[in-house]
């Protein structure tokens, strides 16, 4: 899994400025005692992040939020999570993903529709009752047609995800 960190900064008075790195999720009482701040305050800033999901973040996101989003994103498949800068277009933020993300379908290493109606060909229960020779005279171009008229995908760098 990535790094998850964010550099947190008090907003008091330009001599009393403390700022701490911070692994998520945050201990609030460790917060409190490094930053000298409550975490349900407004008395704090991100002022950086190493955060996978940080589209997400503002500089006055909470550490409430924060958690909750680090949450999201480890609740996110493996392969979710190895995609997710090229699935987040799709879904808008992380707990969108999360959401959604119940629903997709994944093909590992497949990089085009064809590979997905190979893999589909190979893998699926429902062509389970063909022969070899059977697959070998399907109408492969056809089927990924219909697969691509009838589903929504998208082509990621370690396979296709059918949302």
């Given amino acids: 899994m990535e790094e998850c960190s964010v550099l947190i900064e008090t907003t008091k008075s330009a001599e009393d400025k403390t700022s701490r790195w911070f692994d998520l999720p945050i201990d609030y009482e460790l917060f409190r005692d490094l930053l000298g701040v409550e975490a349900d305050s407004g008395d704090y800033q991100i002022t950086d992040m190493k955060l996978p999901f940080a589209g997400d973040i503002v500089r006055t996101t909470s550490v409430r939020r924060l958690n909750k989003l680090y949450f999201a994103y480890t609740d996110l498949s493996p392969e979710v999570q190895q995609a997710y800068k090229e699935l987040i277009p799709y879904c808008g933020g992380v707990e969108d ?67």
């Fill in 97 to 163: 993903l999360l959401q959604e993300s119940e629903e997709f379908l994944f093909y590992p290493e497949c990089h085009n529709i064809m590979d997905v109606a190979r893999y589909r060909l190979e893998h699926n229960i429902e062509f389970s009752a063909l022969s070899e020779k059977g697959k070998k005279y399907f109408n492969l171009e056809a089927y990924a047609h219909e697969l691509e008229e009838k589903g929504r995908y998208a082509v990621c760098n370690n396979g296709m995800f059918k949302l």
